[in-house]
């Protein structure tokens, strides 16, 4: 099946699962076919699932059936949510079907020089160091350094760039936001397999808050698709500090109200363990080639 025809069969499923109904029309609008061969559209799918459709001569639309079952796609609330996110906001309908009204919480946005980004960008690629100017907040005036960067980190708020840092002999995720400036490039040997925290990851074991009483206990478990009460969580060893911080679980259970903490991080010890051997070999090597 050619991508273009997939594309519009995955549409048309897409509608009749979360709508329940489609038209040609909807298939015109959006991808601008013709009549005829959105009717040999609908008409290719009715041949691929002909339990899942139907046509309503008194609505002049195709409907799904009762016993629809998806053959194409594999419906989820995340696929939605992301739909509706990529949407136009001048559109009415997008692939899964009419625009729901919705809004999102604003956040103000971290402006980041798109010289500085493209600087670090070669350095990343042309694996080289290159020296900036940080304003780094435990210091009164930016300072410059030399960094050798490999990774760009999104914490989810704001963009970092994962680099080693040779002034502190150290890597480090960087604020690309607080980089003021990008000076010269240098060729350097860092070898980034070195950065053992960005390699290696750790797996969170999260559980419901055992505070909670147990109606709480199963709709967190439910929210969070856990398995036996648990559900893991694969973290890059360099993400554990904004993943903690993220999910509330940077502070024991303890210091907060279930209510206010629904999840806990129940392989606490084994985590920490983790990134401090981590953190330590990580140091050993750098230390070696200081």
């Known amino acids: 099946m050619r991508l273009s025809i997939r594309k519009r069969m995955e549409f048309i499923e897409s509608r009749l ?14 991808f601008g076919i013709s009549n005829p061969q959105a009717s040999k559209d609908l008409k290719q799918y009715s041949e691929i699932a002909p339990e899942n459709i139907y046509y309503d001569n008194s609505a002049k639309q195709y409907h799904a059936s009762e016993t629809f079952i998806p053959k194409i796609i594999t419906p989820t609330c995340e696929s939605y949510f992301t739909e509706l996110l990529t949407s136009s906001s001048d559109d009415d309908s997008f692939i899964c079907g009419q625009i729901p009204q919705y809004d999102m919480i604003p956040l103000p946005s971290r402006s980041t020089d798109p010289m500085v980004l493209k600087d670090i960008l070669k350095a990343i690629r042309e694996i080289s160091s290159i020296e900036v ?3 780094s907040m435990s210091s009164p005036e930016p300072a410059p350094r030399y960094i050798s960067p490999h990774a760009l980190v999104n914490d989810g708020f704001r963009w970092h760039v994962r680099a080693y840092c040779h002034k502190r002999n150290e890597y480090r995720d960087f604020n690309l936001s607080r980089i003021t400036a990008c000076g010269a490039f240098k060729f350097d040997s860092v070898n980034h397999a070195n950065d053992l925290l960005w390699h290696n990851f ?4 999260l559980a419901a808050n055992p505070k ?4 709480q206990k199963k709709c967190i478990e439910h929210e969070y698709g856990m398995i036996d009460g648990v559900c893991d969580l694969n973290v890059r060893g360099a993400f554990v500090f904004y993943v903690k911080q993220r999910l509330g679980l940077n502070q024991l259970p303890n210091s907060k109200k279930p209510y206010q903490q ?10 920490d363990n983790t990134i401090d051997v981590l953190t330590k070999l990580q140091a050993n090597k750098l230390g070696q080639l200081a």
């Open 262 to 271: 629904h999840i806990v991080l129940a392989n606490r010890d084994e985590v």
């Open 202 to 205: 750790v797996v969170f074991k």
């Open 133 to 135: 100017r940080y304003q």
């Open 212 to 215: 909670l009483n147990d109606n």
């Open 17 to 30: 699962y979360w709508e329940g109904a489609i038209s040609r029309k909807d298939l015109t609008d959006c």
